[in-house]
């Protein structure tokens, strides 16, 4: 899904880049579809995925399907590769000890209760 995406984003960018050098001036060309990238593609997408990324997320999955579909020949190699050289995503592991300091942390700022905190240290000892 990241190649697709990112697939996606750079060919947008990349027929704006040319659109708009082709419309106007080299220079102003640049400074055009910079803004209009920066703006359209970077800023404002970010902003509100970073307040409303589930439900934009939930109302767009079958856009991300398509092209999926779409970009199959060329970003499924890609990501194929990346995943034989860097090996599989293995995320946020915490080990035992880490999460006892990190519940002891959020007790302190008052996110969990003592008790909360408690049960939880018995389920990670079980």
Known sequence: ???????????????????????????????VSTGIITIFGEIVPQALCSRHALFIGAHTTWYIYLFIFITFPLSYPISAILDKCLGDDVGNLLSK????????????????????RKIINAALEL
């Open 1 to 31: 899904m990241l190649c697709t995406i990112l697939l996606g984003n750079v060919t947008v960018n990349s027929a704006i880049s040319i659109l708009m050098g082709d419309l106007t001036s080299g220079l102003v060309g640049l400074i």
């Open 97 to 116: 000890n880490q999460m006892k300091r990190m519940f002891e942390m959020l007790e302190a700022d008052n996110v969990i209760k003592s008790s909360e």
